[in-house]
Every structure is written in structure tokens, then in C-alpha cells.
């Protein structure tokens, strides 16, 4: 294509070069994929709403519940926060796009195969993948479904796109802000991004490692996780969680950067701590590598190990504990309102510490001996990623969705998508809580009768939760089409680069750079 | 490329990347294809297909790449932000690696006297496996029905090591072109590459011949228990590497041949010799943990 | 918050357990401990919270202040916290020790994670056996009431002595599975390959449940433990009955009814699961058995995978779980059952096999 043609129509998606337009197509691609997992877990939920086999094979459920795990955690959460990454870190720094443009565009582009490749396993025949996210062998090798493979190449492609993705943001980051712009004075959802984006680049390839020698030991007689050759399956665990872990700090740690930007913008109020708050994300960073065998504490370590990882796990509840008092102290002695971005943001940080201190709790050994595998971690993980990493994309959506728009939304049915997500989430995972501790474990497509009342719940909630979801659509899709237009600064308490900008944002963010006090 | 510019160039609309994608997922379908399907040939194709499509789009990317260089479109801002690609993506490199090296530590210190019975797996030993004895390197496999005994392992002394010489001299080599670049010194730039891509490839050839070696003599396989699976594993990716990187040298030579490098503007020079030192630091650690240790 | 707190009141029917053993009781005490401090620590992050999201509103007039850090209160906050993790490591460092001693253990159970069945072999007195769900599948399918115990129950459980420090050997025989009784506090995975060591001691007589805490398959959900704890001389009782009721199987030949029927009830209690009531399995992961090559073959090649199931697929050996009667039913129903004795004819093979055709092909090995 010639320099300076820009294409119209289909065309214009497929080969764009522009971080908007790819920061788009990714948040796209991550909200069909939610609703895509969603509808899996509602088939989870549905099954479960009462003992006995109702509606699916057990076989179908835990093909439901490793796609649903899969979806969710690679198809949308993970290329949602690149979306975001996309549209804002060029805006934040003051430079005109991504640093590698056409690359990002590979990055995304990817991704839609990947997933096709991935749901391809649901229509080939045999069963698909339906051994769990964490993919354990041997189950998933010498007794995984020939749709495995599928399965393989579809996270090497994943792995692939995210390497990529995280490259072009950490080279974006170092090398693209406006002259002036010290490391130190970066926004925090730009660090969050950096060091996110660092944890990718050093876990991926061990997770596309891994899988590989899964493909060698189901094809090539490698005896990678068999005993028999010498081998260990538990050493797939190792590797996976070595990955796993650090994920899932790959998943909240632009959360935590999105509430940074938001509480301070309504609580017209300079974050509290803001050093602190750096190197507490980068001590996180740190620790989430040394703490990965906390999945593992009943597969039969060495007392050592177990000691080893209970208590680096435990050390991590100081840095978030930092985050989160800091931003209680932003709060305090503000001017607070509540927009739905507030909302969010305020409801993440309530929530999201509960299913921290469930955390604290998983990590206790000897406790864990008792949770581990049951509706209680069910429970721990959807609240840190729910009501938290979720919650604060909704809320970095309502907060920046005017700038890229120019336009308002709804405040009202943003106001019922919060509320009503609000009551459902809690009413969806806080009884898994006491199932996990009655006894319940997790990945069965049946249960014992004493189970029945909180399932019950928790199938309502879910329901209710996937409906309120809905609203969420409404409301952007009406502010695209319809919203009042609105002014460069949005937000009265706005502070930043991106604000500077006008609403919506020029196609280029920054063709000159901006100068920084 | 001399005078720094105000804006940043951002490269238009472009057809490679999609090429690439569909080039990778039909890659991907082709090998599954091929995995399940030994008798049809479809399998193959498509892998051929999709391997063929990712190539061009290969060139074709790195030749918009060189033309727009050559336009001098681009600052050293664009120069920067590919030097902060290579070296992330070398570090992405080296975790792979890295997990396979985990793997390694892991079966010596832990599986191996594991099912030995030593530490906590005293009970283990006794009751599944009475018959296994933990020796590294592993030449008796706890269940040898089904995991088949080498013959014996690979020793250090021989072709490993004439071929870590080859790789370190060709890191001398690659070295002594760069200065040619630096210095603009065309022919000992063309020299320097052309010994590398040599010893690149004689390294290869070292390395079919000892792997013939193992299959033939030592019936050390792919398959033959966790140590020819770490064995192989290692190495063999090592080799892709190197296969690669002496591939990306011959690139560079063709390019240096046709006057692409100044001493200031050589940035894809450089990358390859980043590429070219990691493949080289990886080996030197293959020959400590897998041959010598 | 408010959540929390009906957590506690409602402790009764929502908490852990506190179990039966020594473990499970210090387990349970440290639950509630590091449940409480988080419950107290919440009071406190969260009370100022709310008082600020109260009397800092923008609409109460609240005014922005201008402070954003204080380095003596944020070392106090990493201070304190780090602290009360001290706190907590120490009680837990010393239960896992405590967990972790198997020394001087008087009884040693080695159980067998199958999919989906446990196998318990009593070490010391040289006899074991399977143990597996007994809910009816009509009760699964919704066709049955379900009962008290619906999917908490099993044909043989594991007994028991109480008192008695008991070692636990347990590993798997194919997938990972994990062998889990909250009243014991014990949870321990499965591993093929390899034996992982855990121990109890049971303080009180009783029936104990548990379920298999590891995916492992389609019927992970359906492999249910069932511990019955008895004082010593009852178990002494059980043990001697146990010795002599696997002496005596009746070998003698049966007619072809007799065997399809009793066929019929083995094959749907293991075989079903995965080849399906039909004998159509499942394309793609469980062979068909109607119009099977192997059901409808040669009789010897189909006692044979029976017996020895097929390496490195989901089918087990079958020899250590069924006796010679029952193995000559399974077999027996299976090239009779889904028209499959048409083809059996067909292919000019036996349609019948009798106990002693089993004893006669182990002979032969
Ligand atoms: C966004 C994702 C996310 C996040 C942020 C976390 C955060 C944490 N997680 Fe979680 N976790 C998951 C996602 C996440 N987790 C997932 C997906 C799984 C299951 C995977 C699977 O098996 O499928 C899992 C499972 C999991 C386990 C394994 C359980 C098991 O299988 O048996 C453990 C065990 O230690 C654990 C611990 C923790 C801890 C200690 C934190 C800490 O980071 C939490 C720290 C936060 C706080 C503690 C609250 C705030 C702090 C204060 C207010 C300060 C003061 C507090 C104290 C001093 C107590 N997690
Ligand atoms: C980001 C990650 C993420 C998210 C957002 C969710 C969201 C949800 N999860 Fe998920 N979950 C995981 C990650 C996540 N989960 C992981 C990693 C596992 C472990 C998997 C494993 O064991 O391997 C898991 C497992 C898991 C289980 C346990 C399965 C098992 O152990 O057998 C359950 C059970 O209830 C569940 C439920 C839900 C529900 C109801 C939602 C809801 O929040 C979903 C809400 C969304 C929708 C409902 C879709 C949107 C709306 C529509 C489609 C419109 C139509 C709606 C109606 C008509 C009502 N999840
Ligand atoms: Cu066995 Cu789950
Ligand atoms: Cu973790």
C-alpha cells in the first residue's frame, strides 16, 4: 500500500497500522469472546443449579469449564488490557502511535485465528479439550482427546501474539514519551502497562514451552511428565504455574493502574503515594515468581518447598496491602463523586481485597490442605478477577470511552449496569465460599444434596450477573451512536496528557510531541 | 536517516500482517492435520502452505522494512524502538530456553532420585519401581517396556566439543565483521560473514552427524526416557536456532554485498550478531549442563 | 463486610469442619484464625472507606485536600501488616511440621486412584480391594429420589481402626486424582508414578466422607470416598471376615442367561461410563463395542484387552478389579448384547465364555 492512502471499510481494519484502530478491533474481539465464555459458564451454572444430571454430559461440562477458563482469561481479559494498553499508553506519553505499528497489527491479528482454531475443538469430532485450564497431564496428554493439539497450537499462537503485543509496549514505553516525561513522572497505568508487559515477555514462552512438550510427549514418545521414562507429570505443574502465576498478576496489574488514573480524577485529589505505589507493583512483579508451587501444596513436596512458597506468597500481601491503603487514602479528605467509573473503581477495591484475603488464606499450607481444589478457590479467583480485573476494565471504559467517542454515555443505565452487577456478583460468588468450605470440589457436573440451596444461589446470581451485562452494550453502543458530544477534559478532575488531547482523539495522538513541565 | 526528524514515521496500512496470520494458523492446521492423519498427505501441504506464506511475508515485511530505511524515513527514534525489539525479543528467547533447562535441573535433582527412592520417595521406589537405579546420565529407565534403554549416553570430548570451538570462533568471526562495518571495511565485512555462515553450518553438519551417531550406535532417541528426551530437546532447538541464525547471516551478507550498511545506519547487522551471541551463550551452557555435568 | 460476618454467625452449616484427627482440629483452629484477622483487618480498611466516601463527598461540600504522602505512615503500613503475617506463619509453620511427621506408623493403606474408583490394599495383611460409587444412575438421571447419601456412598469402604497411627501410601494407576476427607484433614494427590505419604488418626468411630479432589475425567464427579472408622477389635472382626470371604468363588460353569444378566449389572458398573449403555462409546475418545473388532472377534484377543486393558489408553486392566465369574459375565454380555451375537456368528468366534476359559488363558501366560 502507498504511504499516506488510508482504506476504507473492511479493508481499513485488516491492514491498519493505528493504535486506535487496533486498541479497538482488541476490545472488540475481547467482548465477543466474554460473552462467548460467559454462555459457558451460564452452561456450568445451569447444570449446576440443582443435583443431578440434567442438561450435559459430565464429559460436555468439563469441556465447558476449560473453554470457559481458557476464553475468559486468554480471549478477554488478557487482549481487552492490550486493547486498553493500546488506545491510552501513546496518549498518556505524549507520542503519535505504538512503536512498532505494523507489528501491532500481526499482534492482533493473530488472535482471532487463535480463537477459531480453539473453538474449532468444540465442532471436530471427539471431545474437546476437557481436562481444565491448567491443562495437567496425563490427562491431557496420553488420555487428552485428539482436539489437544488443536489446543496447542492455538496457545502458541496466543503466546505468540502476546509476546509481540508486550514488546511493542515496553519498546513504546522506554522510547516514545514526549521529551520531558522522566520514567518517574510516567502515569501509573503506564507503569502498571511496562511492568505487565515485562511479566509477559518472561512467562510466555515458558507456558508455549510447556505446552510443546506436551505435544512431543502425546506424538513423539518424549517422556517429558512419565514416570516411566523418568519423567514427572507434576513437573508440568511447576512449568505451567511458573506461567500461571505471574498471569495472573498479568491480568491485575493494569487494573490496579486503571484505579490509580481513576480515584484521584473524582476524588479531585493527587494519588497518595504515588512512589510507593511504583514500587509496589514492581515488588509484586518480583515476588510472583518466587511463589508458584502455592497451586501445588497437596501434590507432595518437600516440607521445605511448601514452606518456601507459603511464605513468599503471604510477603505479597504487603505490597498489595500498600496499594490498596493508598488508594484509601486518596479517598480520605477528597471531594468525592460518584460517576460509574467511581463506581467501579470503588467497588473493585472493596471486592477485589476480599478475594485478596481469601488469597491470604490459600496460602496458609496447612489450611490450604482443606481448600485447595474445592468452590473456595472457585471463589478466591473469581473475586480477584470479577469484581476486580473486570470491574476495572468497566471502569476504564466508562472513564476513557468520552475521550475516544467524543461523545457522553448514559449515565443512568451505567448506573444499573453498575448496581445490578454489583449485587449479582456477589450474590453469584460469595456462596462458593461456603460450598468450598462444606466440602464442595470444584470441576464436578454433580453434587452432593447438601450443596443444593447455595448452587441455587449462586446460578441465580449468574444469570442476573450475564443480563446485566447486556446494559453494558447498550450503553456503548448508544454512545457511539447517539451520545452528547462532550469537551477535551471529560471529567472535572481530569489530570493528564490523554485530557489535553480533543475529544475524540485525533487519529494520530500526538503528531508533535508534547512538551512536559 | 542523518537529519532527526520532528515526527514520528508510522508506517501505512499493510497486507503483511494479515498474511502472516493466516500463514501461522494454517501452519498450525496442517502440522495437527498432519499429527492425526499419517496416511494423508493433506496435512503436509497445508503445513507447507502456511510455512511458504509466513516466508514471503517475511520478505516481503523486511524488504517495505529496507525500502523505507533506504527513503530514510526513519529517525533514530524508529531505530531505537527496534533496537528495544531484538533485545526483548532475545529475552523472550531466553526464557523459552529457559524452561527447558528448568526441565533438565528438575529431572536430575528431583524426579530421577525421586523414583530412586531417595528423600520422600522411599515408599515409591519400593513399591513401583524396586528395579531403578537413579545414575545420571540415564541409561536404565524406570519402565524400560515402555521407554526402550539407550545403549549409552553422549560423551563430551568428541564432536561437542570440536563444535563448541566452531561456535565460539564464529562468534570471533562475526565479532571482527561488525568492526569491517563500523569501519567500513567492505571485503573484511564479507570475509568475517562468509567464516560465520561456514562455521555455522559445519556446526550443523557436527550435529546431524552426532545425532545419526546416537540413533544409529548409541540407540539414544527422542524416545528413549527423559534423558534422550532432554537430550534432543536442547539441542535440537539449539539447532533451529543456529539453522536460523546462519540463514539470517547469509541475508545480512547478500545485504552487505549490495553497500546496505554504513558505519552509522547497520542496525540489522547488529541484531544478527545479538541473535548470533545468545545462539552462542546457549551453547556454551548446553555443553556445561547436557554433555559435561 | 456484612457478608462476612453472616459468614460467622451461620458457622454451623457453612464452615469447615473441625474433624476427627489431631490435624484436622489444628487445621480448623487456624482457618479461623487467619479468617478473623482478615475479617478485622477488613473492619478497618473498610470503615475508612466508607467514612471517607460519606464526609468527603463532593456534594456534602467536602473540599479536596491537598496531602498525597507521608512516608511514616506508609512504613507503619508495611510495617504492620508484615507483622501480623509473622503472626500467622508461626502457628502454620508449626501444623505443617506436625502434618508432615509419618514416623512410627502402626497400619500402612496403599490406595490406588482408578478412573473413577479407588483401590485400598492393606500392606501388612496382603488383601485389598475396589471401591466405588454406589448411587444408582437412575437417581443421577432424576428418575430415582435421591438418597441421604446421593453420591457420597460406595460399594466397599475403607474401614479403619481408630486410634491406631495410620500410613497412607497413595498413588494412581492413570490419571492424577486426590484422595480427600475433610474430617481427616487429609488431601493428597494421586500421582501416577510416583507415592506420596500422608498418615491419620482417628479419634472416633464413625463413616467418613470424602470425594476425589483432582480432575480426572468424565466421572471425577463421581468417585466418592467413604472411610468407616472402627475401634479395634471390630476392625480385627471385619479384617478376618474380609480374608475368608475372598477364598471362596464358585468356578463352575454358568448358562448364557445367567451370564448376561449378571453381565449386564458389572458392565454398567465399569464399563458404562465410557463405552456407553448403547455400546456406542464415544467417537473420538471411547471406542464403539457394538459391531466392535474386538467384541466381535476372536474370544482370546477380547479376554485379553479386558484383562490387560490397552497400554496407554484410558483402558485399564481389568484382571485385579474383577473376579474370574465376573469377568467371563462382562465378557459373555458384551458379544451378546447390541446384536452383537449376529456378528459374533458371523465371524464364526464363541459367543460364550465361561469361568474357566478365563483360568484357562492366565494358565497359558
Ligand atoms: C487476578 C488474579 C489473581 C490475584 C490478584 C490473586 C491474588 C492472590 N492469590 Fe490467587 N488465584 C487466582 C487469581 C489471582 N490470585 C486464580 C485464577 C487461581 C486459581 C487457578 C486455578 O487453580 O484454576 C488462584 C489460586 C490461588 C491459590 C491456590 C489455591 C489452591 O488451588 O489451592 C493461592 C494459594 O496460595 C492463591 C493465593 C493468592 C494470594 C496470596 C494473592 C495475593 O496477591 C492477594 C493479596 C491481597 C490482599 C491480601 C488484600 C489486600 C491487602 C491488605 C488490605 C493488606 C493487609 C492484609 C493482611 C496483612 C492480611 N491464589
Ligand atoms: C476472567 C476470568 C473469568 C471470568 C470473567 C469468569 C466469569 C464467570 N465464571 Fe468463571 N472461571 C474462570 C475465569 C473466569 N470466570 C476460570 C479460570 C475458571 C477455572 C476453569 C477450570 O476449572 O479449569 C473458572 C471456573 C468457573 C466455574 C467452576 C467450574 C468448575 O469448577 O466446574 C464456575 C461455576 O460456577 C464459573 C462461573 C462463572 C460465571 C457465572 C461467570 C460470570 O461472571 C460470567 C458472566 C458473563 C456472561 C453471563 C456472558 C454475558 C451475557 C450474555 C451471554 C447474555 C445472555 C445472558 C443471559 C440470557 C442470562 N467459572
Ligand atoms: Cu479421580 Cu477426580
Ligand atoms: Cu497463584
Known amino acids: 500500500m502507498r504511504t499516506g492512502e488510508r482504506p476504507k471499510g473492511v479493508i481499513r481494519w485488516i491492514t491498519t497500522t493505528n493504535h486506535k484502530d487496533i486498541g479497538t478491533l482488541y476490545l472488540v474481539l475481547a467482548f465477543i469472546l466474554f460473552f462467548v465464555g460467559g454462555s459457558m459458564a451460564l452452561v456450568i451454572r445451569t447444570e449446576l443449579f440443582a443435583p443431578g444430571l440434567q442438561w450435559v454430559d459430565p464429559d460436555f461440562f468439563n469441556q465447558m469449564s476449560t473453554l470457559h477458563g481458557l476464553i475468559m482469561i486468554f480471549g478477554f481479559l488478557m487482549p481487552s488490557f492490550v486493547g486498553l494498553a493500546n488506545w491510552q499508553i501513546p496518549m498518556m506519553i505524549g507520542a503519535p502511535d505504538m512503536a512498532l505499528p505494523r507489528m501491532n497489527n500481526l499482534s492482533f491479528w493473530i488472535l482471532p485465528f487463535a480463537f477459531l482454531l480453539l473453538a474449532s475443538t468444540l465442532f471436530i469430532e471427539g471431545p474437546a479439550p476437557n481436562f481444565g485450564w491448567t491443562l495437567y497431564p496425563p490427562l491431557s496428554t496420553t488420555y487428552g482427546p485428539d482436539s489437544t493439539d488443536f489446543l496447542i497450537f492455538s496457545i502458541h499462537l496466543m503466546g505468540i501474539s502476546s509476546i509481540m503485543g508486550a514488546i511493542n509496549i515496553i519498546a513504546t514505553i522506554l522510547n516514545l514519551r514526549a521529551p520531558g516525561m522522566s520514567l518517574i513522572k510516567m502515569p501509573i497505568f503506564v507503569w502498571t502497562w511496562l511492568i505487565t508487559a515485562f511479566l509477559l515477555i518472561a512467562v510466555m514462552p515458558v507456558l508455549a514451552g510447556s505446552v510443546t512438550m506436551m505435544l512431543m510427549d502425546r506424538h513423539f514418545g518424549t517422556s517429558f511428565f512419565n514416570a516411566g521414562g523418568g519423567g514427572d507429570p507434576v513437573l508440568f505443574q511447576h512449568l505451567f504455574w511458573f506461567f500461571g502465576h505471574p498471569e495472573v498478576y498479568i491480568l491485575i496489574l493494569p487494573a490496579f493502574g486503571v484505579i490509580s488514573e481513576i480515584l484521584p480524577t473524582f476524588s479531585r485529589k493527587k494519588l497518595f503515594g504515588r512512589t510507593s505505589m511504583i514500587y509496589a507493583v514492581g515488588c509484586i512483579a518480583l515476588l510472583s515468581f518466587l511463589v508458584w508451587a502455592h497451586h501445588m501444596f497437596t501434590v507432595g513436596m518437600p516440607v521445605a518447598g511448601e514452606l518456601f512458597f507459603m511464605y513468599t506468597t503471604m510477603l505479597i500481601a504487603v505490597p498489595t496491602g500498600v496499594k490498596v491503603f493508598n488508594w484509601v487514602a486518596t479517598l480520605y479528605r477528597g471531594s468525592i463523586t460518584f460517576e460509574p467509573p467511581m463506581l467501579f473503581a470503588l467497588a473493585f477495591i472493596l471486592l477485589f481485597t476480599i478475594g485478596g484475603f481469601s488469597g491470604l488464606m490459600l496460602a496458609m499450607v496447612p489450611a490450604d490442605f482443606q481448600y485447595h481444589d474445592t468452590y473456595f478457590v472457585v471463589a478466591h479467583f473469581h473475586y480477584v478477577l470479577v469484581p476486580g480485573a473486570v470491574f476495572a476494565l468497566f471502569a476504564a471504559i466508562y472513564y476513557w470511552l468520552p475521550k475516544w467517542t467524543g461523545r457522553l454515555y448514559n449515565m443512568h443505565i451505567a448506573r444499573w449496569h453498575f448496581w445490578l452487577s454489583f449485587l449479582a456478583v456477589n450474590l453469584l460468588f460469595f456462596p462458593m465460599h461456603f460450598l468450598g468450605l462444606a466440602g464442595m470440589p470444584r470441576r464436578i457436573a454433580d453434587y452432593a444434596l447438601q450443596f443444593a440451596e447455595f448452587n441455587r444461589m449462586a446460578s441465580i446470581g449468574g444469570f442476573t450477573f450475564g443480563i446485566a451485562q447486556l446494559l453494558f452494550i447498550v450503553v456503548v453502543i448508544q454512545c457511539i451512536l447517539r451520545g452528547p458530544r462532550t469537551t477535551s477534559r471529560v471529567w472535572e478532575g481530569s489530570h493528564g496528557l490523554e485530557w489535553t488531547l480533543p475529544s475524540p482523539a485525533p487519529y494520530h495522538s500526538f503528531a508533535i510531541p508534547p512538551k512536559i513541565e | ?293 | 463486610m456484612f457478608l462476612c460476618s453472616s459468614l460467622a454467625q451461620a458457622a454451623y452449616r457453612l464452615d469447615l469442619s473441625p474433624g476427627v484427627t489431631e490435624v484436622s482440629r489444628k487445621i480448623y483452629t487456624l482457618h479461623h484464625m487467619v479468617l478473623w484477622i482478615c475479617i478485622a483487618i477488613g473492619i478497618v480498611v473498610f470503615s475508612v472507606m466508607f467514612y471517607a466516601l460519606v464526609k468527603h463527598r463532593k456534594k456534602a461540600g467536602a473540599r479536596a485536600a491537598e496531602f498525597h504522602e507521608n512516608i511514616w505512615v506508609e512504613i507503619g503500613w508495611m510495617v504492620v501488616p508484615l507483622l501480623i503475617l509473622v503472626a500467622l506463619a508461626i502457628p502454620a509453620t508449626k501444623t505443617l511440621l506436625f502434618m508432615h511427621d509419618t514416623e512410627e506408623s502402626e497400619l500402612s493403606v496403599k490406595i490406588t486412584g482408578y478412573q473413577w474408583k479407588w483401590k485400598y490394599d492393606y500392606m501388612g495383611d496382603n488383601f485389598g480391594f475396589f471401591s466405588e460409587l454406589s448411587t444408582p444412575q437412575e437417581a443421577i438421571q432424576g428418575k430415582k429420589e435421591k438418597g441421604e447419601h446421593y453420591l457420597l456412598e460406595v460399594n466397599h469402604p475403607l474401614v479403619l481402626p481408630v486410634h491406631q497411627k495410620i500410613r497412607l501410601l497413595v498413588t494412581s494407576n492413570d490419571v492424577i486424582h486426590s484422595w480427600w476427607v475433610p474430617a481427616f484433614g487429609v488431601k493428597q494427590d494421586a500421582i501416577p508414578g510416583f507415592i506420596n505419604e500422608a498418615w491419620i488418626k482417628i479419634e472416633k468411630p464413625g463413616t467418613y466422607r470424602g470425594q476425589c479432589a483432582e480432575l480426572c475425567g468424565r466421572g471425577h464427579a463421581f468417585m466418592p470416598i467413604v472411610v468407616v472408622a472402627k475401634t479395634a477389635t471390630d476392625y480385627q472382626k471385619w479384617l478376618s471376615e474380609q480374608k475368608l470371604a475372598s477364598l471362596t468363588i464358585d468356578l463352575s460353569s454358568r448358562t448364557l442367561e445367567w451370564l448376561q444378566r449378571e453381565g449386564k449389572a458389572i458392565y454398567e458398573k465399569n464399563c458404562m461410563t465410557c463405552h456407553q449403555g448403547t455400546g456406542e462409546g464415544v467417537p473420538g475418545a471411547f471406542p464403539a463395542l457394538k459391531g466392535g473388532r474386538v467384541a466381535t472377534g476372536p474370544i482370546k484377543q477380547h479376554i485379553q484387552t479386558v484383562l490387560w486393558g490397552v497400554e496407554g489408553t484410558a483402558m485399564q486392566a481389568f484382571k485385579e478389579q474383577l473376579n474370574d465369574v465376573e469377568l467371563a459375565a462382562v465378557i459373555t454380555y458384551e458379544r451378546n448384547a447390541w446384536g452383537n451375537d449376529v456378528r459374533v456368528q458371523h465371524n464364526k468366534t464363541e459367543p460364550l465364555v465361561q469361568p474357566a476359559d478365563i483360568q484357562s488363558y492366565l494358565k497359558k501366560q
Open chain 2, 1 to 293: 536517516m542523518h537529519a532527526v526528524k520532528n515526527t514520528y514515521y508510522v508506517p501505512s496500512a499493510s497486507y503483511w500482517p494479515i498474511m502472516g496470520s493466516i500463514g501461522l494458523v494454517m501452519a498450525a492446521t496442517g502440522a495437527v492435520t498432519a499429527l492425526h492423519n499419517h496416511n494423508s498427505q493433506y496435512g503436509f501441504y497445508l503445513l507447507l502452505l502456511g510455512f511458504t506464506m509466513l516466508v514471503a511475508m517475511l520478505f516481503g515485511w523486511f524488504r517495505s522494512v529496507i525500502c523505507e530505511d533506504a527513503a530514510e524515513l526513519y529517525s533514530r527514534q524508529v531505530e531505537q524502538s527496534f533496537r528495544w525489539g531484538m533485545a526483548w525479543f532475545i529475552f523472550s528467547e531466553v526464557a523459552f530456553f529457559g524452561a527447558f533447562f528448568g526441565v533438565l535441573f528438575y529431572a536430575r535433582n528431583y524426579s530421577v532420585p525421586w523414583l530412586a527412592g531417595s528423600g520422600d520417595g522411599v515408599m515409591t521406589h519400593h513399591l513401583l519401581w524396586p528395579e531403578f537405579q537413579g545414575v545420571w546420565p540415564l541409561v536404565e529407565n524406570p519402565d524400560p517396556t515402555k521407554f526402550q534403554n539407550p545403549k549409552w549416553y553422549m560423551g563430551a570430548w568428541g564432536v561437542p566439543a570440536i563444535n563448541t570451538l566452531i561456535l565460539l570462533s564464529s562468534a570471533v568471526t562475526v565479532t571482527w565483521a561488525h568492526w569491517g562495518v563500523l569501519q567500513a571495511r567492505r571485503l573484511q565485512i564479507i570475509l568475517g560473514l562468509a567464516a560465520t555462515v561456514l562455521l555455522g553450518s559445519l556446526f550443523l553438519y557436527f550435529q546431524a552427524y552426532e545425532y545419526i551417531h546416537a540413533y544409529q550406535e548409541l540407540e539414544l532417541k527422542i524416545s528413549s526416557g527423559i534423558y534422550g528426551t532432554i537430550f534432543f530437546t536442547l539441542t535440537g532447538f539449539h539447532g533451529l536456532h543456529v539453522a536460523m541464525g546462519t540463514l539470517m547471516l547469509t541475508v545480512i551478507g547478500f545485504r552487505s554485498l549490495k553497500g546496505h550498511f554504513s558505519p552509522d545506519n547497520h542496525f540489522a547487522f547488529e541484531a544478527t550478531a545479538w541473535y548470533w551471541h545468545f545462539v552462542d551463550v546457549v551453547w556454551l551452557c548446553l555443553f556445561v549442563f547436557v554433555y559435561c555435568l
